[in-house]
């Protein structure tokens, strides 16, 4: 399954240029236009701006993938991720953007006065990036590899993939800072989007039914490929509901139990509200109200691009195993008319739909999807290290241009360290790797933000009484239970609890929220905490803001009638 | 023709910590009211699943009950609980915080 390599760099390259273009209007960027654009990003473009940086291969290829293995309990780890920002909406989105900083570590080092808090959770912060970062270039690598195959000058073909889209998204990012990313993201979103469309109105246009291939695929109990003696063949899923039953496709059962599905619902639904890479982007709204438009808007598109992802899936589970002459291409990636790797999915979809020209279509989109997301958890590395480290523990009078260089520099390092961790992890085997290290690498991003920094960040919102020292306490506790119970999962997978273990984010964060105000109730909190709270949950920035968008659209209107 | 002259102009916009903290309680409340709604909603199914077969076997208009309501029902939800929330809690801010009249020309919320 090859594609065309010269749309792939094509796409690149524009990429690159659109970065450079920005970088000539940004060359004298100030710190607020490099990390917040200006915090001018209107409510339509930053939700798709939001939408771009959260839905990573995980959500394009993952979800899809999700389903076409097991049904509805794929279909539930989509509505996971889209409800993770219902909690933003109604816990973070507005106080969180009211107090007007550049990152979440800047957020609790100004509310608690304290930079040891700062520190601690830029550390938290740099996990969670990198978590999420090297699956995206390990992700990045594997797709090339499928798909295009060859490398230039004797290049590994993995080794490719990786370093090419580090080394664009690390050069957008560099230049064109915030507002540069904003626009690519938002763009790069709405090109995903009509992937999706374009391949859901192919797939129906060619006869396929919803209803009916719901209702024909639950009839049959589950099967997956599986490697049995050496060879290749489907075995029916057990229900995790009902062990004495086989799973069905449109029942729950074929990869969770309640408890399983539970777990990993809370810890994709808290753990949305800590990734640095997406809140980062609350700080560039003009005000707080505007956070809440944002929010809405992003669970509506949310919503769209999952209800699609979900029917692509099922429509890949139906359409493929109904193809009646298989192409030798399609019978290497298939046992009995199922896909070995369900991540091809929406690529053989693709492909089936509208040849190679699909199945580039869609491979593009899949890389699209890794760099938007990349591009956003590099800004938020560099918002951590040239803002918070830089700005506030290495050099205090640095100037502006100082803090935006320092900013640059640390995209190129993570850029660097995170392909490096990449190059290290290629996998021998794809079909070993590929979908679990890298679905589970951005479940462990998720858990440690929802275990660590979420439980802080809503405290520290809505309890006057939390202190600096509870916020540590907190952020430890919640980060070493989290990473503790991860590798127990992975050094005994054996054990009937290590699925569960792999989403703690149940466990830990309440542990991380009783040992927080455990500590916050021995220690003092910031003198002028009254202040910090009307600033927290008054309005008096957003109506200043407000009126002067106000005098600035009528100066703007005078000047037109005048003239 | 003279344009209006806006009479916020020139003044610092301000609250005080009461009206901050009646606000905040309001806040809460809605947040938490919303959030346990949430919940419920999302609860909901697993949990029928589990203590009722007709709910594995229901049909609506050809779709198993639970597929249609996970794969396109709940971001309905979401989306509408979104919708309620957002619009109350910048109404309750609007309401309380700020000098009546602040608002020349107020927006949709959502």
């Not at chain 1, 429509?315 to 291409?329: E, G, K, L, M, N």
């Not at chain 2, 619009?87 to 609007?94: S, Y």
Request: charged content about 15%.
């Amino acid at each position: 399954m090859t594609i065309d390599v010269a749309a792939l760099i094509a796409v690149m390259g524009g990429l690159l240029l659109v970065s450079l273009a920005l970088a000539v209007r940004l060359r004298r960027a100030s710190s607020i236009d490099f990390y917040l654009a200006g915090q001018r990003i209107g409510v339509v473009t930053n939700a798709l701006a939001i939408c771009g940086d959260y839905f990573s291969a995980a959500s394009f290829l993952g979800v899809a993938a999700g389903v076409y293995v097991s049904g509805l309990d794929g279909v539930w780890y989509a509505a996971g991720f889209a409800a993770g920002f219902v909690p933003v909406l109604l816990f973070v989105a507005a106080p969180l953007r009211r107090f007007g900083q550049f990152s979440l570590p800047d957020f609790l080092g100004r509310r608690l006065r304290s930079d040891r808090v700062r520190i601690v959770a830029v550390a938290v912060v740099q996990v969670i990036t990198l978590s999420y970062l090297v699956p995206q270039a390990v992700a990045s690598g594997i797709t090339w590899k499928l798909l295009v195959g060859r490398g230039p000058l004797g290049l590994d073909p993995y080794a490719t993939g990786v370093v090419i889209a580090t080394t664009t998204i690390a050069g957008l990012v560099a230049f064109g800072g915030m507002r540069g990313t904003t626009w690519t993201q938002a763009l790069q979103f709405v090109f995903l989007m009509a992937v999706l469309v374009w391949l859901a109105a192919a797939v129906l246009g060619n006869g396929f039914h919803y209803t009916d291939a719901v209702a024909e695929l639950g009839r049959e109990p589950l099967r997956n490929p599986v490697v049995v003696d050496g060879q290749w063949q489907l075995q029916p899923e057990a229900s995790e509901l009902q062990p004495q039953r086989a799973a069905r496709f449109d029942q729950p059962g074929a990869r969770y139990s309640l408890v399983g599905q539970m777990m990993l619902l809370i810890t994709l639904m808290l753990g949305t509200a800590g990734l640095p890479h997406v809140m980062n982007r609350y700080f560039t709204s003009p005000t707080g109200r505007e956070t809440r438009r944002t929010t809405v808007w992003v669970l509506g598109v949310a919503g769209v691009f999952y209800t699609l992802a979900v029917m692509l899936g099922t429509a890949a589970r139906s359409v493929i195993s109904q193809v009646t002459t298989v192409p030798p291409w399609l019978g290497e990636l298939t046992v009995d008319g199922v896909l070995r790797i369900p991540e091809h999915a929406l690529l053989v979809l693709g492909r089936l739909s509208a040849g190679s020209a699909g199945l580039t279509v869609i491979a593009i989109a899949a890389l699209v999807a890794v760099i938007s997301t990349m591009a956003g958890l590099l800004l938020a590395a560099a918002a951590s290290w040239g803002h918070d480290v830089f700005a506030f523990v290495v050099n205090r009078r640095a100037t502006q241009e100082q803090v935006v260089l320092a900013g640059r520099l640390a995209v190129v390092g993570t850029a660097a360290v995170a392909a490096a961790i990449a190059l290290r992890l290629e996998p021998t085997s794809l079909s070993a790797l590929f979908p679990s290290a890298v679905a589970t690498m951005v479940t462990w991003a998720f858990a440690v933000a929802g275990s660590a920094l979420t439980p802080v960040i809503i405290l520290s919102i809505w309890w006057r009484g939390m202190t600096a020292s509870g916020a540590i306490a907190g952020l430890v506790t919640g980060s070493a239970i989290a990473i503790g119970l991860f590798f127990v999962a992975l050094d005994q997978p054996g054990w009937s609890i290590a699925s569960l273990l792999l989403t703690p984010t149940p466990i830990a964060a309440p542990c991380a929220v009783l040992v927080a105000v455990v500590v916050s109730r021995r220690t003092p909190v910031p003198d002028d905490v009254t202040q910090l709270w009307v600033r927290l949950h008054g309005t008096a920035s957003d109506r200043t803001a407000e009126r002067l968008a106000r005098l600035t659209i009528r100066g703007v209107d005078d000047r037109g009638s005048v003239r | 023709m003279t344009p209006p002259v806006d009479e916020s102009i020139g003044r610092d916009e301000f609250d005080t910590p009461a009206e901050v903290d009646a606000v905040y309680r309001t806040q809460r409340r809605i947040a938490i009211g919303y959030f346990a709604v949430f919940l419920g909603g999302i609860l909901m199914i697993p949990v029928a699943t589990l203590v009722t077969d007709w709910w594995s076997g229901a049909q609506l208009s050809g779709w198993a009950t639970g597929f249609v309501i996970v794969g396109a029902g709940l971001y309905l939800f979401f989306f509408a609980l979104g919708v309620g929330a957002a619009t109350l809690a910048n109404g309750v801010e609007r309401r309380m915080l700020g000098t009546p009249g602040d608002d020349e020309s107020p927006e949709p919320d959502a």
